[in-house]
């Protein structure tokens, strides 16, 4: 198998006329575009919200942990959700999302518990780790709190922002998440067009996505 | 693809498409150039002739340094805790494949869509070692259960109706399918969805590969991506080594590129960057992950100057949706996973000129590819230096094409380099076409010639133009 190795490299450096070892070139300063210059909070807020609706995402602006409550009420009768997976950062652990949607007699699943199980749950419930406004994108990271399948396998995934996340553009996004073990950007619910180009939402991902603004909570 | 080709006859596979192939085709490659030149109005055409030339120069880059940045790559994912393996041709990366399904007693496997794996033809060697393998994009997954390849690398089964699909759907999954595309996608989701959680490894492909970090980049927009490489307890991704970019600050420029240019979408419903397994028992995903890294020909591309940036390809399709040959003919013609301009220009050096000696000539010349291509390939100065290796041979390759055609071409270069053969010669054939020629155009001519006409007429030669000039001329005087 280093066989290999050495044959690839070898005939890659004698076609590229490079001294093994020797450093590359610099990066020409064509290839670089600046990163796109952000409007103001608000109207990126309203930008993120309108673009995360064009594809087909459903967004709510919530003022308090009351409005958050009844939200979560209404969404369970809504998808008739039994069982839910949440991560358990702190912003979710203080919002009390698990122990609302316990009240509300939604059995929680540990997003670590056997992967059956989890993708029994028809609700996913995460945090927003950056957001793109301009592509209506939510950006999520994993950790042993942000288990990937909370986003992955449930039917709905509703995913709670905070306006703080917001990023101009990707260039901000990945100075935060190049030494990350693992990053997925989400823009929108699970699609496809590859029967007779009908768009059809829901293919092996989240049917619905639900983004909630956790405006001054 | 189940198998790799033998010899590629793009004439006569052209006689074999489903005459509703190119309506179908010209529907879906209509809907996404439309939605392509509506976002790119939106950029505005200034700042996105900026992003091509940052993409074309970020990927010579990458490809001009390619050995120091996958050696840095090698490193990253080796210290992220990934196992990264090289494969030389498509036999060794199969070999590799088997050996790490074999270790974890693999009996399913599930599989992202992934040129690479078509290029290695992987699923057959799985299926003849014993493990089935489910193709799990939707399109994908109609073409496997159809027993066919990909019709195009965006949208796979883009030519079947969903009358087809139904049917197919009841004949080999047994289940009551109504001609819906959204029932036939949620039959598809419940199907797939017990053998994602039954697989015991998931493979995928890379759509880039970044140096600094050692980071797999998928871009998918049905989820099945994600569940590949998440699911499963084994993840192996197949890599080309051509799909190395040195760093993040790259992938600013051609994500911005490559969903806009495939599908007319600001990003793919999903983005993955994996750099490694996760980095602590407590996570979920794959616990143990592997990289191949693929050469299969891609070094000897390197070795011709004139075709190198064939590797620049970013393998979003709108050279494909542009080009008249392949809108007319569709992906089957082409004989291979990668169709249209950049399949040609790629598989005809992957495959070399004994096989796909044929694919060169499968293109108009017309340039529009050029002119689409997100990260700026030369494609048609790359074809006509192929179609010169078929009838020449250069430096890599012997001439391949048949005596008759390489004895035509230097009758005919001699004839139109010297002033004196050219008047002789085109005095000749005025006088040859004489028998065929009615009312300025000959519908008939004798053999290999009729090869044209079989299909248009070809019109008639003209008077000798510096005849018609003196006879002007003179005329002119007179008057």
């Known amino acids: ?217 | 693809m189940n198998q790799l080709p033998t010899a590629i006859n793009f004439r006569s596979n052209t006689r074999q498409v489903p005459p509703q192939m190119s309506a179908a085709v010209q529907k879906a490659t209509a809907k996404f150039l439309g939605n392509r030149a509506a976002l790119v109005d939106a950029l505005g055409n200034d700042y996105w002739q900026v992003l091509r030339q940052a993409g074309h120069d970020i990927r010579l880059h990458a490809i001009t340094h390619i050995a120091h940045y996958l050696e840095q790559a090698e490193q990253a994912v080796t210290r992220a805790g990934g196992q990264v393996h090289w494969a030389r041709d498509a036999e060794e990366a199969r070999r590799i494949l088997l050996d790490i399904a074999a270790r974890h007693r693999v009996k399913l496997a599930v599989k992202g869509k992934s040129m690479a794996t078509e290029e290695i033809g992987l699923n057959h060697a799985l299926q003849a070692a014993g493990i089935r393998v489910l193709e799990t994009d939707l399109g994908e997954y109609i073409v496997q259960l159809k027993g066919v390849g990909p019709a195009h690398i965006v949208v796979p089964a883009f030519h079947l109706s969903k009358e087809e699909i139904a049917a197919l759907f009841r004949d080999k999954l047994g289940v009551e399918a109504p001609a819906e595309a959204e029932k036939l996608t949620q039959i598809a989701r419940m199907k797939l969805r017990e053998e994602f959680l039954a697989a015991e490894m998931g493979i995928s492909g890379g759509n880039f590969l970044v140096a600094e970090t050692g980071t797999i980049v998928t871009v998918t927009n049905e989820g099945n991506g994600r569940m590949c490489t998440t699911v499963p307890p084994v993840h192996v991704a197949v890599v080309g080594i051509d799909k190395v970019v040195p760093d993040w600050e790259s992938l600013t420029v051609l994500l911005k590129l490559l969903a806009r240019s495939a599908t007319g979408q600001k990003l793919s419903c999903y983005t993955q960057f994996i750099s490694g397994p996760p980095r602590s028992a407590a996570e979920t995903g794959p616990a143990e992950m592997h990289l191949i890294l693929l050469d299969n020909g891609r070094t000897r591309i390197l070795q011709t100057p004139e075709c190198r940036e064939t590797l620049l390809c970013i393998r979003c399709g709108a050279c494909l949706n542009i080009c008249p040959v392949y809108n007319h003919v569709g992906g089957y013609a082409y004989g291979y996973p990668i169709s249209g301009p950049t399949g040609v220009i790629f598989a005809s050096q992957i495959l070399g000129p004994k096989i796909a000696g044929a694919l060169p000539f499968a293109s108009t010349l017309c340039g529009a590819c050029n002119d689409i291509c997100p990260v700026k390939i030369p494609i048609t100065r790359i074809l006509l230096h192929l179609r010169r290796r078929v009838v020449e041979g250069d430096e890599t390759e012997p001439a391949t094409a048949p005596a008759s055609l390489r004895l035509g071409a230097r009758v005919g270069a001699l004839a139109l380099g010297s002033t004196g053969l050219y008047r002789l010669g085109s005095r000749l054939l005025r006088r040859m076409q004489a028998p065929f020629v009615s009312v300025g155009w000959m519908e008939r001519v004798p053999a290999p010639l009729n090869r044209w006409t079989m299909s248009r007429p070809f019109p008639a030669f003209a008077a000798d133009f510096r005849q018609w000039w003196r006879g002007r001329h003179l005329k002119a005087r007179h008057e």
């Open chain 1, 1 to 217: 198998m280093s066989r290999a190795r050495e044959d690839i490299l070898g005939k890659l450096e004698a076609a590229g006329g490079r001294r093994p070892g020797a450093p590359p070139a610099p990066i020409p300063p064509t290839a670089r575009i600046a990163p796109r210059q952000p409007a103001g909070p608000e109207t990126e807020l309203t930008q993120l919200l309108t673009e995360i609706g064009r594809l087909n995402g459903v967004t709510r602006r919530l003022a308090n942990r009351e409005a958050l409550a009844a939200s979560l009420a209404e969404l369970v009768r809504a998808e008739g959700v039994k069982r839910a997976t949440c991560w358990t950062t702190p912003d979710l652990e203080a919002w009390g999302v698990a122990a609302t949607l316990q009240r509300l007699g939604v059995e929680i699943v540990p997003g670590h518990a056997d992967k059956q199980r989890v993708a029994s749950c028809e609700l996913g419930v995460t945090g927003v780790d950056a957001a793109l406004p301009e592509t209506g994108t939510l950006v999520l990271m994993s950790s042993p709190e942000r288990p990937r399948v909370a986003s992955l396998l449930p039917r709905v995934h509703l995913a709670l922002l905070r306006p703080v996340v917001l990023r101009p553009d990707l260039h901000q996004v990945f100075a935060e998440t190049r030494e990350a073990g693992y990053t997925v950007l989400i823009s929108g619910p699970s699609r496809t067009a590859d029967i007779e180009l009908t768009l059809t939402l829901g293919v092996h991902g989240p049917k619905s996505l639900y983004v909630w603004v956790m405006d001054a909570v």
